[in-house]
């Protein structure tokens, strides 16, 4: 049984340009939560997709965007990128809303740097 | 709404106990704890719900204050693989907010 799965695991990106970041849940969960966690900083939360839509939302600007697909997996996109963007992008996979209630799964994520 | 964890990181020997201090503003419907080994997905350590059992694992085991709004978390005998950092999360509005994490190291 897989586990979460994450793509590129690492990339490098220059200021101005845009990313798209992959994720497929663990078999069995239809919820990912994408997570931004910057250097020695805990996990920050950016969005949580449920039914193919935006169910939660952090304090995170319009630059950052996703989506569910109909299999569950997420994408999530961030344009216009800046230094501060560099962090590590986590992806969480949880059946329904009992992940808020039990566990999150999280994906090994998806190293970012912005130069 | 950032949970607050104390202390920042705590350095142990081998066999030595620990507590991991989690604080909110806000009141607690339940606390999630996760530990997060160097260049590793955080892992799942247990959830404590309002009112309910607390979830142990290994030789670590949890508290939750609802109305001092914390939650503690337990190392005994703490082993070498127990080094990591360990976060605490809140449940807020269906979606779970974590603390900055404490870091963990164990010497042997």
């Known amino acids: 049984d897989a586990g979460v799965t994450q793509s590129p695991t690492h990339l490098i990106k220059t200021r101005g340009q845009q990313v798209t970041l992959r994720c497929s849940p663990k078999?069995?969960?239809?919820?990912v939560s994408w997570y931004q966690q910057a250097l020695g900083q805990g996990p920050q939360f950016i969005f949580q997709?449920?039914?193919?839509?935006?169910?939660q939302r952090g304090n995170f600007p319009d630059r950052f965007s996703g989506h569910q697909f109909p299999n569950y997996s997420s994408e999530l996109n961030v344009n216009a990128l800046l230094l501060g963007d560099s962090a590590l992008y986590l992806c969480?996979?949880?059946?329904?809303?009992?992940?808020?209630?039990?566990?999150?799964?999280f994906g090994e994520g998806s190293r970012l740097t912005v130069l | 709404q950032q949970p607050v964890q104390s202390p920042q990181a705590v350095i142990l020997r081998e066999g030595e106990d620990a507590v991991i201090n989690c604080s909110s503003s806000?009141?607690?419907?339940?606390v999630h704890w996760y530990r997060q080994k160097h260049g590793e997905a955080p892992v799942f350590l247990m959830i404590?719900?309002?009112?309910?059992e607390q979830k142990g694992h290994e030789k670590i085991s949890a508290s939750f204050n609802e109305k001092k709004q914390q939650s503690s978390l337990y190392l005994t005998a703490s082993q070498l693989s127990y080094s990591g950092t360990y976060f605490c999360?809140?449940?807020?509005?269906?979606?779970?907010?974590f603390g900055k994490g404490t870091r963990l190291h164990i010497l042997p």
């Open positions: 078999s069995g969960h239809d919820t």
């Open positions: 969480a996979s949880s059946h329904g809303l009992a992940g808020v209630y039990g566990e999150l799964f």
């Open positions: 404590l719900l309002k009112g309910g």
């Open positions: 997709y449920y039914e193919e839509e935006e169910r």
């Open positions: 999360g809140t449940l807020l509005i269906d979606k779970i907010i």
């Open positions: 806000k009141a607690l419907y339940s």
